[in-house]
């Protein structure tokens, strides 16, 4: 049965058809958090993205596929995303036992780019045909090729709401026109954020925000509104607030390895601010299932309120 919560975050996508709120409901009432409004999602697109040993090399198991789906099972979040070939990979094997997100566009690192750019690399053929209940796509605020991939996701999405799906879009701020303190700045971070639902996602993905600002123009706004940005909960709040005052769906993502206490103070705050949830990697795969289980149960622990 669906919660009230979950009807009222349902209620904030009135333009979308019963096929794809059933399949954002999908994904809001599994697992642990089911009912609850808050999500935790395990993507494992880091292969593709940043190398497989460089991802998985400190946990071997984590090279297969199956270690993913069976980790995302077990610790009973509301979703898995992952590209093309790892998603065919089990999809069969796994089929129904948890929601599904198709990372449709990579990128990957064999070249040293000021610029980065996204490849297509899935459709929503593809995500029809293995079940899944959403498409994820990236997008570099700040790159020049930016307006490249505004495009495609507009035409990208639009093709998956016609088909029933929900949209994901990882909205990560890189590129020549952000110093390197510019990709997590509040002020970059809230732009993307808004930036990705004026695309039409239904769930935004962004990085945890640091007190840096980074446009000069928003400096001055920011400081002659006394917009609260001092602690990491009152950036999160922001980040919300500027997603459409929290009628889109705002997610976090969790970054290279980190400690565990450090990394769950990241996610009290997130919980404080009112943020949505998590999307956590490496921080999970990386580690060996026994205390990945554990660890991803810490983090949806504190999203329940216990």
Same mark, same amino acid.
């Not at 946990?59 to 065919?88: C, K, Q, R, S, T």
């Not at 929601?99 to 449709?104: A, C, R, T």
């Not at 949209?167 to 952000?178: F, K, T």
């Given at each position: 049965?669906?919660?009230?919560?979950?009807?009222?975050?349902?209620?904030?996508?009135?333009?979308?058809?019963?096929?794809?709120?059933?399949?954002?409901?999908?994904?809001?009432?599994?697992?642990?958090?089911?009912?609850?409004? $808050?999500?935790?999602?395990?993507?494992?697109?880091?292969?593709? @993205?940043?190398?497989?040993?460089?991802?998985?090399?400190?946990?071997?198991?984590?090279?297969?596929?199956?270690?993913?789906?069976?980790?995302?099972?077990?610790?009973?979040?509301?979703?898995?995303?992952?590209?093309?070939?790892?998603?065919?990979?089990?999809?069969?094997?796994?089929?129904? %036992?948890?929601?599904?997100?198709?990372?449709?566009?990579?990128?990957?690192?064999?070249?040293?780019?000021?610029?980065?750019?996204?490849?297509?690399?899935?459709?929503?053929?593809?995500?029809?045909?293995?079940?899944?209940?959403?498409? /994820?796509?990236?997008?570099?605020?700040?790159?020049?090729?930016?307006?490249?991939?505004? /495009? %495609?996701?507009?035409?990208?999405?639009? @093709?998956?709401?016609?088909?029933?799906?929900?949209?994901?879009?990882?909205?990560?701020?890189?590129?020549?026109?952000?110093?390197?303190?510019?990709?997590?700045?509040?002020?970059?971070?809230?732009?993307?954020?808004?930036?990705?639902?004026?695309?039409?996602?239904?769930?935004?993905?962004? $990085?945890?925000?640091?007190?840096?600002?980074?446009?000069?123009?928003?400096?001055?706004?920011? @400081?002659?509104?006394?917009?609260?940005?001092?602690?990491?909960?009152?950036?999160?709040?922001?980040?919300? %607030?500027?997603?459409?005052?929290?009628?889109?769906?705002?997610?976090?993502?969790?970054?290279?390895?980190?400690?565990? =206490?450090? #990394?769950?103070?990241?996610?009290?705050?997130?919980? =404080? /601010?009112?943020?949505?949830?998590?999307?956590?990697?490496?921080?999970? #795969?990386?580690? $060996?299932?026994?205390?990945?289980?554990? #660890?991803?149960?810490?983090?949806?622990?504190?999203?329940? /309120?216990?």
């Amino acid at each position: 049965m669906t919660t009230p919560r979950v009807r009222e975050i349902l209620g904030n996508y009135g333009a979308d058809s019963p096929g794809t709120l059933t399949n954002l409901a999908r994904l809001l009432n599994h697992g642990r958090l089911a009912g609850t409004g $808050k999500l935790v999602i395990l993507p494992v697109d880091q292969g593709f @993205e940043h190398g497989p040993g460089r991802s998985f090399a400190v946990n071997p198991p984590a090279y297969d596929p199956h270690y993913h789906f069976e980790l995302a099972i077990e610790a009973g979040v509301n979703a898995f995303a992952a590209p093309l070939g790892m998603l065919e990979a089990g999809a069969r094997d796994f089929a129904g %036992q948890v929601p599904l997100i198709l990372k449709v566009n990579d990128h990957d690192l064999l070249a040293d780019e000021k610029d980065p750019d996204q490849a297509l690399t899935g459709s929503v053929e593809d995500a029809l045909r293995l079940g899944c209940s959403a498409i /994820g796509f990236t997008i570099y605020p700040g790159s020049s090729n930016r307006l490249h991939m505004y /495009g %495609q996701i507009r035409l990208m999405a639009a @093709e998956a709401k016609r088909a029933g799906l929900a949209v994901v879009i990882w909205s990560y701020p890189r590129g020549s026109g952000l110093s390197k303190e510019g990709e997590t700045a509040i002020d970059v971070t809230a732009y993307a954020a808004h930036i990705a639902a004026e695309l039409g996602a239904h769930i935004v993905k962004v $990085k945890l925000p640091t007190a840096h600002l980074e446009q000069d123009a928003a400096r001055k706004v920011y @400081e002659k509104e006394q917009v609260p940005i001092a602690t990491q909960a009152e950036r999160v709040r922001h980040v919300v %607030q500027s997603t459409f005052a929290g009628r889109r769906i705002v997610i976090f993502s969790g970054g290279p390895e980190d400690a565990t =206490e450090h #990394f769950l103070e990241g996610i009290r705050a997130i919980h =404080e /601010g009112g943020g949505f949830g998590s999307i956590v990697g490496r921080n999970s #795969f990386q580690r $060996k299932k026994p205390d990945a289980l554990k #660890f991803l149960g810490d983090i949806i622990d504190i999203y329940a /309120g216990k």
